[in-house]
């Protein structure tokens, strides 16, 4: 069922709107005047956090959807499911310190690249099935 892919879309794009307060609110804590984007650690590992989720959203919807369609939704939403869980590790551990980013970002590189061989493996299987 495709509707647990959109699900966990809707999701991605609700983890993205807290990293995007969860910015604005540490801006606030350290006395960050706007547009700055740099001056405290605390800070600038809050929009390193929010600009790595944005940059993150760019591969992983499209593969999710993609996927969800060439290879059923409710794989997808579980492969989503992880990335999702990953990235929620990726932002706490990068919010203490710099170096406890990791463990989150491989646990959502994993799921990221599956979706994306997936999506490629998928499609090849078509075309040579079809005849291309």
């Known amino acids: 069922m495709i509707v647990w892919t959109y699900l966990i879309i ?4 609700l983890l993205y709107i807290v ?12 006395g960050i005047p ?7 650690p605390d800070f600038e590992r809050a929009v390193r956090i929010q600009q ?8 992983f919807i499209p593969a999710l959807w993609l996927f969800a369609t060439m290879n059923g ?6 492969l989503g499911f992880i990335w999702l869980i990953g990235r929620v590790i990726y932002a706490v551990g ?5 170096s406890k980013r990791s463990l989150g970002f491989m646990i959502a590189a994993v799921p ?3 979706l994306i ?4 493996a998928a499609s090849i299987l078509y075309l040579v099935r079809s005849g291309g």
């Open 34 to 40: 706007a547009p700055a984007m740099t001056g405290h």
């Open 52 to 59: 790595n989720t944005l940059e993150s959203l760019v591969p």
């Open 117 to 120: 061989v997936g999506d490629i």
């Open 73 to 78: 939704g409710l794989v997808a939403a579980i």
């Open 10 to 13: 809707g999701l991605s794009l």
């Open 19 to 30: 990293t995007i307060w969860y910015c604005g609110k540490v801006r606030g804590r350290c």
């Open 94 to 98: 990068y919010a203490k310190a710099a």
């Open 112 to 114: 990221l690249l599956i």
